[in-house]
Structure formats: C-alpha cells, structure tokens
C-alpha cells in the first residue's frame, strides 16, 4: 500500500524551531519528488517546498524562504522540513505529498498525500 | 506568482444534479492544471491532472476542461459522497492553489 506518514509537529513558542518528518512506503521513493503542503484551520490549501529526486532542485513558497529547509534521504524513505523563526502564521495542518514526477519546479501534480501533522505556533 | 480564482464560493446543488465549478489562472498556466477533492478531516485527493485527465480510480462523472487560464470540474450527476471543497491546482510556474469551493447539498 502506498502510504505517507507524517510526525514531528506540536505545539512550538514563536521564534523556536521543529522538525517534520514524512515516511514514504509502497513506491519507489527516490523516482520522484516531493513536497509540503499546509493548511491554516478553516483556510485553504498553501503550497509550502518541493524537492526533486535527487535533491538537484528545491523550490520554497516566499513565506518560508530562508526560515525553511526541505530535505529527502532516499537511504531511509524520508522526507524532512525544518522550520526555524517560526510564527503564529505558520500555525497549520502539514502535508507530505507525491509528486507524479522526478522535478520539483512546477512540473506534476500530487498524487498521494500523508493525513498531516499539526504545527501551533503559541506563547 | 500565479494566482487562481475559483468561484462559486459555495455551490449549493442537489444530488443527481450537475454540478459546474470554474477557476481562472491570473496568467496562462497552459494545461499544467489539477483538481483536488477534500472531505472534512481528510487529506486532499488528486482528482484530474493535465486540466482533463482523470487520476487512477477516479469515476467517470468527474470531467475537468479548459486550457491556459480558463478551467473547468464538472460533476455530471451528484452522488453524496461528492459534497466536500474543491481546489483547483496549477503548476505550470511552480505551485498555487485556488481557494477552493464548497460543494453542499442543496
């Protein structure tokens, strides 16, 4: 069964860091990207980071450019997404997802999703 | 950044019926266009990729057209499990997703 699992989130002070992790099975991981996706409760769907299969291209949502960090390790089925400086803002229901395809640049849909991790941003 | 418009908001609509949801691309995403169905407390579901082709297992009352910024999901007849929030996806320069519509019964 193809499945995505993700852990890592909780409730965090603004300004302190996490760490998400997505466990891929039931594919070939390494054959494609891969991506976060979050949704604020009550709001839509937002578009976080991707990363190709090998790690060559990595693309960020201007949110999160320079406080996030994507990164896969094909070695253990994994997928990664520090979050550092964190906001209220970033307060949201994370998602792991497949890429139809090996790019990470704007190039596939997502085909398979993991039911999410809950990131609260709080004092 | 490309940004997508979907409307209705809601669209209240009776089972059995045909259900039409519509979303415009800010700029010309070309076909590189999805649609996703999300269910309360469910992860979102690839529905129609390539802005007409339906993903594996998805039954054929789904139908998606359109190309560059024009688009369209078509519901052709209502079953109740097709009431839920629908997005609409491009990726044609990177990712953004519409801000979905609510399906509800009418």
């Known amino acids: 069964e193809v499945q995505l699992v993700e852990s890592g989130g909780g409730l965090v002070q603004p300004g302190r860091s996490l760490r998400l992790s997505c466990a891929a099975s039931?594919?070939?991981?390494?054959?494609?990207?891969m991506h976060w996706v979050r949704q604020a409760p009550g709001k839509g769907l937002e578009w976080v980071s991707g990363?190709?299969?090998?790690?060559?291209?990595?693309g960020y949502a201007d949110s999160v450019k320079g406080r996030f960090t994507i990164s896969r390790d094909n070695a253990k089925n994994s997928l990664y997404l520090q979050m550092n400086s964190l906001r209220a803002e970033d307060t949201a229901l994370y998602y792991c997802?497949?890429?139809?395809?090996?790019?990470?640049?704007?190039?596939?849909?997502?085909?398979?999703w993991g039911q999410g991790t809950m990131v609260t941003v709080s004092s | 950044e490309i940004v997508m418009t979907q409307s209705p908001a809601t669209l209240s609509v009776s089972p059995g019926e045909r259900a039409t949801l519509s979303c415009r691309a800010s700029?010309?995403?070309?076909?590189?266009l999805a649609w996703y169905q999300q269910k309360p407390g469910q992860a979102p579901r690839l529905l129609i990729y390539?802005?007409?082709t339906r993903a594996t297992g998805i039954p054929a009352r789904f139908s998606g057209s359109g190309s560059g910024t024009e688009f369209t999901l078509t519901i052709s007849s209502l079953q109740s499990e097709d009431f839920a929030v629908y997005y609409c996806?491009?990726?044609?320069?990177?990712?953004?997703f519409g801000q979905g519509t609510k399906l509800e019964i009418k």
């Open positions: 996806q491009q990726y044609n320069n990177w990712y953004t």
């Open positions: 997802a497949k890429d139809t395809g090996i790019a990470a640049a704007g190039t596939n849909a997502f085909d398979i």
């Open positions: 390539g802005a007409s």
């Open positions: 039931g594919f070939t991981f390494d054959d494609y990207a």
């Open positions: 990363i190709s299969w090998n790690s060559g291209s990595i």
């Open positions: 700029q010309s995403v070309s076909s590189n």
